[in-house]
C-alpha cells in the first residue's frame, strides 16, 4: 500500500527541518523532503488570530469576513476604468491645498525622505514657482512651509518618488463601474525625469511642456475620442507581453495607435506630431494610466468592514505601507529594502534606494509582478527566466482570493490573473506578494540604475491582521 | 540492468505497428510504444535518393548539398529587410507588362481558379479600366486578353488571392544584406476585400483610395523617416504575442507608433488622420510588411545549386507549390486542401475555399505556425490550445536546419525560430510545415469566413528532391 501512495520508492516523507531526515537516509531508506513551515510564522497569538478570520461557523467573525471579502473581490473584478480626461491636479484632486505636495508610498515628514524624493520636492518647488533656486526649495521644506501627503490620500498614485503638486497635469480615470475616480502624473519617459529625483532645466521644462502642451492637447484628443476603455487596453496587452508595470510596450503602443487619429484632428500638426514622437520614444507611458486604472478599481473595494483584502500597496523609498479594505485610512508600515534585480553597467546595490513608488498599485491589482507569467520577455529586464515568471504567478495564487477572469493570461491556457491579496492567506503561508520595481539612484537625480523584484514586507500584513483584531475585539 | 534503461517497470519497447504489442502486453508485460514510421514513406528509391543527398562522404554529393545549405541559411539568417518606399507596381515589378495581373501560388490559368482568385482578378480589371462590367471583365479573362503569372514570378507575394495589378501600390521592401528587393501590396483590413475576391464598389473605392492617398502619404512618410527595420520589428512583435502571419496586432501597433510623426509631418491633417484611423481598424495592416519581408531574405538563399533548403511555399488555392533553392524557377505542386480551424458563426468546412495566398512565405522563412510558440493567444483565432503552439513549433525544429536568434522565442527561453526548411528532413521524417492560414469563401467576395492550420502537402518536397536527384543525375 505504501508504494502506491509513494511511488519511485519512498518510504518516508520528512515535514519541515531537513536534518529530521539524515537517520532514516543513513538505514537506506528514500525519504521525501517536504518544505513545510507552521503558519503564522509559528506565533501561537498569531495563529490564533488568523484561525478566527478564517473561521465561519455560526457566530464567529469569520463569516462575516468572507462575507466582506466576497463584496470587496466583486468590486475588484466589476471596476470598469476609463479615462476620460487629462486636468491640472489642483482642478481635480479632491481639497488638495496650496503649498501641498504629494508623494508617494505611506506617510513622511520631509526630514526622513530619501534622496531621490527630496529632489522630486526641490523640483516641483521650483517648477512651481514657490522658490527660485534648489537651495530655497530646501528651506521651504526644512521650515515646514510645504506641507507634504501621500499621493494615496488623494485618490492619486505616482511612480517612484511620486512627486504631485498642484499645477501638475494628472489623467482622470473614473471607475464606470463603482463611479469613484483616480489620478496619476503623465509619464515622462526614462533618463532625467522628476521621479527619479532630477530637477535640472530639462527636467523642468519637459514638465512645463507637459502642462502646457501635452495635457491640454491629449485632453482634447480624448473629449473627442471619447473615454478609453483601459480594462481592455490592459487586458489586450497582458495578451501580447506586458505585465503593465515593468513592460509596458504594448499597451503604450496600443494607446497610441487609439488616440493617434483624434490628436491629428484636433491639435494642430506641429503639436501633434511632437506627441506622437514623445509617445513613439517612451515605452513607459501607459504605466502611469495602468497605476490609475488600478487605483480606481482598489479603492471600489476600500473601507469594507471585516475585510482582509489588501487595497494598496506603496513605498516611499524608507518604509512599504499596505492599506487593508477592513482598516480604513491606517497604513501598515515596515522598512523598504533594496529590490534584487540587474544594474545597469557601472551600478549595483550600494547604489540602490530602498524601495519607492506606488507602481505597487498595479501587483496590488494583480498585474505587474503577479502576471509576470504573461510577460517572459521581463525577464532580459528584470533577471531570471520565463519560468521565474510562471513560478511568481503561481505562487500569488495562493495569496489572492479570485482569478480576474479579464485579465487572461496566455502561457497558463489563459487563467485569469490573481487577484485580491487576502492578507489572513500572507500571514497564514509566509507568502509575501511578489512586486516588480525600477531602481532609483539612492542619490537625487541620477535616475534610474535597474530593474528587479521584491516583496512587500510579512510585517505590514501581521500589523494590519492585529489591527482588524483589536477592532473586532479578537485581541486586546 | 533492463530496469536501468527502462524506469517505470518497462519490459519492451514496441516500434511501428501496435498490433505487435498485443502478444506481450496479454502475459503482464509492461510495453512502450514508439511511435516510429519508416523514412521516405518506405519508398525504396526515395529512401535512397535521400540518404545520398544526405552522405556527404569524400567525393558524394551530400557533401556539396550540405555546403549549399549552408550558404542558403548564411543568406536568411544575414537577410535584413528595410521598407523603403511605397510604388507603383508598374513602376518597380521588373518587367511587369501592361495587361497583366499577377496572383498567389503556383502558376495556374484563368480557367482553372477558385472562385476568390477570379473574383479578385475581375476586381483588378475594373480597378484598372479595362472593362467596364463584370460580365465584360470576365469575358478578357475567358478570352485570353489578360496575361496571369505568379506574383513569386515578380518578386512580389500577396495575401489570399494575391491579386497584383500594375497601377495598384506596393510595399518596397529591400533586402540590405544582399541588395535584393520584394513588393507585397498593401493590407486591405478585414470584410469585403479585393484579397478575398470582393469586387463591389466599396471595394473598388477603398483600393483607390489606397492608392491616391494612402501610398502616396505613407511613401513621403517613410521618406521623411528613412527606412524601417522589419526584422527589428518583426523580432520585436514575436516577443509580443504575434507570429506575423495570422496576429499582427503588435506589430502593426509597433509600426503605425513608429511611422505617426512623420506622417503628421508630411501629409495634410485630414489625410493625415484618415490613414491612422485606417491603421488602427487594421490589425493585419503588418502581414503584407511581414511577407516582403520574409520574400526579400529567402530571395537571397534561391538559386544556389544543390541547396535541398526551400524558398517558397504559395498556394493559388487549387493547388499548393513549392520552389527550393537547388531547383532554380520549377515551381512542385500538390493539390490544395481545406483548413482545418475556427469558423465563423454560419460557415463551415463545406463553405471553405481549398487553401490560397501567398502568405506561407513566413512560415517558409520560420515565422507564422512555425513561431506558433510565441502567440499563444493566436489559439482562440485558431483553434487549439496555447499547447498546440508549443508543439508546432517544437515540431518544426525537425525539418529546419537553424534556429534564428535574432527571432527569440520567450515561451522557449528566447530559442530561435525554425528557419531554413530542408525538403530532405521534410521527405525523411513525413513531418510537413505547419501553415497559419485565413479561411476563405470558395464563392468570390463573401470574404474571410475561418481561419486554421493546414500543412504543406509532403508531395510536393519528394517531388523537388526527385528533380534535384535528376539535374544532378542522382535518378534517372
Known amino acids: 500500500m505504501a508504494q502506491e501512495l509513494f511511488p519511485d520508492g519512498i518510504r518516508a516523507v520528512n515535514i519541515g527541518v531537513a536534518e529530521f531526515a539524515l537517520p532514516p537516509r543513513a538505514h537506506g531508506a528514500t525519504v521525501l523532503d517536504l518544505d513545510w513551515r507552521p503558519p503564522a510564522e509559528a506565533d501561537p497569538a498569531l495563529g490564533l488570530l488568523v484561525a478566527r478570520l478564517e473561521d465561519d461557523a455560526e457566530g464567529e467573525i469569520g463569516g462575516q469576513v468572507a462575507a466582506a471579502n466576497r463584496a470587496a473581490v466583486a468590486r475588484i473584478l466589476e471596476a470598469r476604468p476609463v479615462l476620460t480626461a487629462i486636468r491640472t491636479a489642483a482642478e481635480v484632486l479632491p481639497g488638495l491645498g496650496a503649498r501641498t505636495i504629494l508623494h508617494a508610498g505611506p506617510p513622511i515628514a520631509w526630514a526622513r525622505m530619501c534622496g531621490p524624493m527630496r529632489g522630486a520636492a526641490v523640483g516641483a518647488i521650483l517648477y512651481e514657482g514657490w522658490a527660485a533656486s534648489a537651495e530655497a526649495a530646501t528651506l521651504l521644506c526644512e521650515q515646514g512651509e510645504i506641507a507634504f501627503a501621500p499621493c494615496h490620500h488623494y485618490g492619486a498614485v505616482g511612480p517612484m518618488a511620486g512627486i504631485l503638486s498642484p499645477s501638475m497635469p494628472v489623467a482622470v480615470v473614473e471607475n464606470a463601474g463603482a463611479g469613484n475616480r483616480a489620478f496619476a502624473t503623465l509619464n515622462e519617459g526614462l533618463g532625467k525625469v522628476l521621479r527619479f529625483g532630477a530637477y535640472g532645466s530639462e ?274
Open 203 to 476: 527636467v523642468l521644462e519637459r514638465l512645463r511642456w507637459m502642462a502646457e502642451t501635452l495635457a491640454p492637447a491629449l485632453g482634447a484628443a480624448l473629449a473627442a475620442h471619447g473615454p478609453v476603455d483601459l480594462k481592455a487596453l490592459t487586458a489586450q496587452a497582458l495578451l501580447m507581453g506586458d505585465e503593465c508595470h515593468n513592460r509596458n510596450v504594448a499597451s503604450t503602443s496600443l494607446f497610441t495607435r487609439l488616440i493617434a487619429p483624434a490628436l491629428v484632428r484636433t491639435a494642430p500638426t506641429a503639436v501633434a506630431a511632437r506627441i506622437l514622437e514623445f509617445l513613439e520614444g517612451n515605452n513607459h507611458f501607459y504605466l502611469n494610466l495602468s497605476m490609475a486604472a488600478c487605483k480606481a478599481a482598489l479603492d471600489a473595494a476600500h473601507d469594507i468592514p471585516h475585510s482582509t483584502v489588501v487595497t494598496a500597496m506603496a513605498r516611499n523609498g524608507v518604509e512599504v505601507g499596505i492599506r487593508m479594505s477592513g482598516t480604513g485610512a491606517a497604513w501598515f508600515t515596515a522598512p523598504a529594502l533594496v529590490p534584487q534585480g540587474l544594474f545597469f553597467p557601472g551600478y549595483g546595490p550600494d547604489d540602490a534606494n530602498p524601495d519607492l513608488g506606488d507602481s505597487a498599485i498595479t501587483e496590488t491589482m494583480g498585474i505587474g509582478a503577479f502576471a509576470m507569467a504573461a510577460a517572459p520577455a521581463i525577464a532580459r529586464f528584470i533577471g531570471g527566466s520565463p519560468e521565474d515568471g510562471l513560478r511568481y504567478t503561481r505562487e500569488m495564487y495562493g495569496i489572492t482570493l479570485a482569478r480576474n477572469g479579464d485579465f487572461g493570461i496566455p502561457a497558463l491556457g489563459f487563467t485569469g490573473t490573481p487577484t485580491a491579496i487576502d492578507a489572513r492567506r500572507v500571514v497564514d503561508s509566509g507568502v509575501t506578494p511578489v512586486i516588480n520595481t525600477g531602481v532609483a539612484h539612492r542619490e537625487a537625480g541620477i535616475g534610474q540604475i535597474g530593474a528587479g523584484v521584491i516583496r512587500a514586507p510579512l510585517a505590514c500584513f501581521t500589523q494590519a491582521l492585529s489591527a482588524l483584531g483589536r477592532q473586532s475585539g479578537l485581541v486586546p
